[in-house]
DNA sequence: TTGAAAGCGCTAACAC
DNA sequence: GTGTTAGCGCTTTCAA
């Protein structure tokens, strides 16, 4: 788990090979429930501070030294305690995550984030926001950095909360949030993604588009209404207030959005929905309503989260670049752990259009 | 976040009462990134001691003490340490889960433990088994002991390994895994559930069912398919080999095993799939033949995760009791936590059939 | 009711 | 290259 340490639980049988090793330390591992780093120094007959730049791989021990010590620590089965590295200024290669994980699109940023930081050999804990609060976890920050070295956090809204956590020099990187302004944070282009989105439908001939909104307390969200407002108005689109439903990035809240769509004297021919959850609620409404996606309706997403593809008909959508994005997240949090400046406390990535099967031409099949 | 703490962030200036106090405790807050319990004794004129035992709501310190030493940790901000807690023995009201977040009856679960655990006034951290390493995950539950007082591990196969782990006296409970034999765990039933999925799809009269198995490294797997079996035989049904096919739990598996299904000379009416997921690859594979669900075939999961509900057609399914589960094992762990032996150490919770729209009778429309 | 001392497991800083 | 010392923030144990 650990550079260097590789302390993969196995049978103690197994690795066992120097008896007379085995009798010094198979009594400890009856009586401590786990074994620690001066266990492992009594063992080899050295100073804690040894096996200590031992285990974790730091200048200062010989070789021989250096192999005896892991070799000891791997069959005791020593396993650092962070508790203790953290608590004693040391780093514990450990990167916490907080976010609302019943969200489809932050769960799969959250596994996304989980595969990036154990590429650099790092391990993630995460903290899943009840859906219910929403005020600022506050000392979940805190908890979090008590055993991580960082902390990545996916808000369900703006707050100026981090900006105060960050002046106590706690390393925090956020995803999808602009709002304390020159915070270090990672986020998808939603405003060209949106445009893309719009172009799309406007290509395949959509003179009248609804929108549904996602919760405006994210940039994201306000970002992809603009370019649905600006691109209207740059295609000459037909735009008015009735076309621009709220929802707020929820199954529901699509589903009512789409409902008051539909219910318009004039309906739009495609609806365009702020994230894909919400597209998935207003599919539900479509066909309640009685009509065939896409034929007559088309509908387009934002996300591209797995389910999108996997739906019936599957959704065409805007996809984040949820790996980069996480790849972005952790190496800029782990450069703030390194104490290096950040060359743009604001990483932009570019989304892209996947055309799947729920948007056509108005009124026809195929494009 | 800790009984009796409330320690919610808000901002300093809109708590402060007490303007010598300010004059005490501002440049502190400025400097020490987060104030510390020797901090909020010196502030109140007592012994770490006594701080420790009001702030924790321990006996042995009287009223009036206790309320200031409570008002200043509020004010100025205090958070207690967690790993310091649990490195000097304490308790840390945090309990850690281990599951893969990616699969979605695990990351329901693991939602519906969450909210179990704050109903007892206690957080939760969560550890994202990755899908590609399927070996034991040893260190991790040590690392997620260093800083809870218990694991409730969700593993995606069964493993001797926990059984070890358990001598060395770390609170763990399982859920749906039975296989370290007397081992404290949680587990639906299994074999009454598959059995409620059989009989309904027997009493809409279907003769000729196909079963799409589960990882059978898991109980629950096993079980169901038992239960299959043992149904197959009581109602009379045509049974063989070539009708249980091989799946895994996953949506690509349950597609495959689905066209295997199909491809037979002989299809059967309907299919029961060993999970949700797995009943939704193979909704998919069923369209691709040309085949309607449910008019040409009918289809029942297991688990109820909250998709089944949303797709179209609704997905008829088992469902288990996940927030019952969910507290039970919660439960569980804070009585080994508090050293009080487990009535049981298997803990069975009834399922229920839910039905929707995926079931039909044979070849006809409605029931 | 309160406090002092010791120590949890580890790492920085400074010896040698 | 190696060891010693001190201390992280907290709780236990024991003393007053």
Redesign the interface.
């Known amino acids: 788990?650990r550079a260097g340490a590789r302390?993969?639980?196995q049978p103690i049988e197994a690795t066992r090979n120097a008896t007379d090793l085995a009798k010094v330390f198979d009594p400890v591992m009856?009586q401590r429930?786990?074994p620690t780093l001066a266990e492992v120094a009594k063992i080899a007959g050295v100073s804690i501070m040894t096996a200590s730049r031992a285990v974790n791989n730091r200048p200062g021990v010989s070789e021989r030294t250096r192999e005896a010590i892991i070799r000891i620590a791997d069959e005791i089965?020593y396993?650092a305690?962070?508790?203790?590295q953290?608590?004693s200024g040391g780093q514990t290669h450990?990167i916490g995550v907080i976010g609302q994980?019943?969200t489809g699109f932050t769960?799969e940023l959250?596994?996304n984030i989980?595969?990036a930081a154990?590429a650099v050999d790092y391990?993630?804990?995460?903290?899943?926001l009840?859906a219910e609060d929403r005020?600022?976890p506050?000392?979940?920050v805190?908890?979090?950095n008590?055993?991580a070295d960082g902390v990545i956090v996916i808000l369900p809204y703006e707050s100026e909360?981090l900006a105060?956590l960050n002046r106590?020099?706690?390393p925090i990187v956020t995803i999808d949030q602009t709002k304390p302004d020159p915070f270090p944070a990672i986020i998808a282009d939603n405003y060209a993604g949106a445009r893309l989105a719009m172009q799309h439908l406007y290509e395949l001939g959509h003179k009248r588009i609804g929108f549904i909104t996602g919760n405006e307390r994210l940039a994201s969200a306000r970002d992809r209404r603009r370019a649905y407002a600006d691109l209207c108005s740059q295609f000459g689109l037909e735009a008015s207030d009735e076309l621009v439903s709220k929802g707020d990035f929820m199954?529901k809240g699509g589903y009512e959005a789409a409902k008051r769509l539909l219910a318009l004297k004039r309906p739009p021919t495609a609806i365009f929905a702020a994230n894909d959850v919400s597209a998935?609620g207003a599919?539900?409404a479509i066909?309640q309503a009685g009509l065939r996606v896409p034929e007559d309706m088309s509908l387009i997403g934002f996300d591209d989260i797995p389910?999108a593809a996997?739906l019936?008909p599957a959704l065409t959508t805007i996809r984040q670049p949820l790996p980069q994005m996480a790849r972005a997240a952790v190496n800029l949090l782990l450069a703030m752990i390194a104490g290096i400046e950040a060359p743009s406390p604001l990483i932009t990535l570019p989304t892209q259009l996947v055309v799947r099967e729920t948007t056509v031409r108005p009124g026809g099949r195929g494009v």
């Open positions: 788990m302390i993969d639980w009856r429930p786990v089965g396993v305690n962070r508790a203790a953290k608590l450990l994980l019943h769960a959250v596994l989980g595969s154990r391990e993630m804990l995460v903290y899943s009840p005020s600022p506050g000392n979940v805190d908890l979090l008590q055993v909360y105060q106590s020099h706690i199954q998935f599919m539900t066909r389910l996997q019936h």
